[in-house]
């Protein structure tokens, strides 16, 4: 009997502290409600910010038809700058939300740029209105520096002051300041030749632009050289473009000199590679190798 009784109160005993733990545990858990999020204690530091670059777009329309399309359409910005003399720049879309504005592309390695870029259009008509026509009327393939329209001084001003804020907060590269053109240089060509990307470069410190010296000696170094179509066409896949392989200057290819030349050559756009492009994507990959965040 004795023997029965101790075996039955060693049972007992070893009952008692899983009972004990069951009871503290549904304790700690029994309101679901009081969870909370500890952003405090451990940090992960494979991180980046979201936003790698801002691209800037012109409206092709008038103040009122640009605010019916980027409000009521298919597509939108983060940021509207009409061609009102006032002091107002308009926020369609906040920072944190996606804007549909870049559509196609890629640049920099990346594609689907909407999702990690600030879109800011500018109210401006693009190709004058006597111009429309003119690539079948004179058989241009594009169209040169005289057919854009010309940016409201007001308007610059308003970009540059917009474009620093957004650059400083993100921590964007110059490179990663680009037009549309730049990253679908087949199917679009704003913000134009007339966008005045080397005066935003210098008067502000907005966007990539290459020295001067630099271009000079390495339109020397061509003179004496011939790269291969192969060549030059890895040289802008270095600097962040997207284009093709072929062992040709297709219509393609061409419509990628041409968004580079809007950009980095505005005033002689002509789709067709030269010494000075080339010079000038030289000096450019020089500058800024190494410059991106792929992450």
Request: no cysteine.
């Given at each position: 009997?004795?023997?029965?009784?101790?075996a039955?109160?060693?049972?007992?005993?070893?009952?008692?502290?899983?009972?004990g733990c069951?009871?503290?545990?549904?304790?700690?858990i029994?309101?679901?409600e009081?969870?909370?999020?500890d952003?405090?204690?451990?940090?992960?530091?494979?991180?980046?910010?979201r936003?790698?670059?801002?691209?800037?777009?012109y409206?092709?329309?008038?103040?009122?038809?640009?605010?019916?399309?980027?409000?009521?359409g298919?597509?939108?910005?983060?940021?509207?700058?009409?061609?009102?003399?006032?002091?107002?720049?308009?926020?369609?879309?906040?920072?944190?939300q996606?804007?549909?504005?870049?559509?196609?592309?890629?640049?920099?390695?990346?594609?689907?740029?909407?999702?990690?870029?600030?879109?800011?259009?500018?109210?401006n008509?693009?190709?004058?209105?006597?111009?429309?026509?003119?690539?079948?009327?004179?058989?241009?393939?594009?169209?040169?520096?005289?057919?854009y329209?010309l940016?409201d001084?007001?308007q610059?001003?308003?970009?540059?002051?917009l474009?620093?804020?957004?650059?400083?907060?993100?921590?964007?590269?110059?490179k990663?300041?680009i037009?549309?053109?730049?990253?679908?240089?087949?199917?679009?060509?704003d913000?134009?030749?007339?966008?005045?990307w080397?005066?935003?470069?210098?008067?502000?410190?907005?966007?990539?632009?290459y020295?001067?010296?630099?271009?000079?000696y390495?339109?020397?170094?061509?003179?004496?050289?011939?790269?291969?179509?192969?060549?030059?066409?890895?040289a802008f896949?270095?600097?962040?473009?997207?284009?093709?392989?072929?062992?040709?200057?297709?219509?393609a290819?061409r419509?990628?000199?041409?968004?580079?030349?809007l950009?980095?050559?505005?005033?002689?756009?002509?789709?067709?590679?030269?010494?000075?492009?080339?010079?000038?994507?030289?000096?450019?990959n020089?500058?800024y190798a190494?410059?991106d965040?792929?992450?």
């Open positions: 009997m004795a023997k029965n009784i101790t039955l109160a060693l049972a007992s005993l070893l009952t008692l502290p899983l009972i069951v009871t503290t545990f549904k304790s700690q029994a309101n679901p009081s969870f909370t999020i952003s405090e204690t451990y940090q992960a530091t494979g991180k980046s910010q936003i790698k670059s801002i691209v800037l777009h409206t092709v329309s008038d103040n009122e038809r640009s605010i019916q399309l980027l409000t009521k298919k597509v939108s910005s983060h940021y509207l700058i009409m061609d009102n003399d006032d002091d107002k720049i308009y926020s369609l879309v906040p920072e944190n996606r804007a549909w504005h870049a559509g196609d592309g890629s640049f920099a390695g990346r594609t689907i740029l909407n999702d990690t870029s600030i879109g800011i259009e500018i109210v008509i693009g190709i004058q209105p006597q111009y429309l026509s003119a690539l079948k009327d004179d058989e241009l393939d594009y169209h040169p520096y005289e057919h329209a940016f001084e007001l610059i001003k308003k970009v540059a002051q474009v620093q804020d957004i650059a400083k907060r993100y921590d964007i590269s110059p990663n300041i037009g549309h053109s730049d990253l679908a240089p087949s199917r679009k060509i913000p134009g030749a007339k966008f005045p080397q005066r935003l470069y210098k008067e502000y410190g907005i966007g990539a632009w020295d001067e010296g630099d271009k000079r390495f339109t020397k170094e061509v003179e004496f050289t011939t790269p291969t179509i192969l060549e030059i066409k890895q896949r270095d600097y962040g473009y997207q284009i093709n392989d072929s062992d040709e200057w297709d219509k290819s419509d990628v000199i041409y968004a580079f030349q950009h980095f050559r505005p005033q002689q756009p002509t789709g067709k590679m030269d010494i000075e492009t080339y010079a000038i994507l030289k000096a450019l020089k500058k190494g410059r965040d792929f992450y």
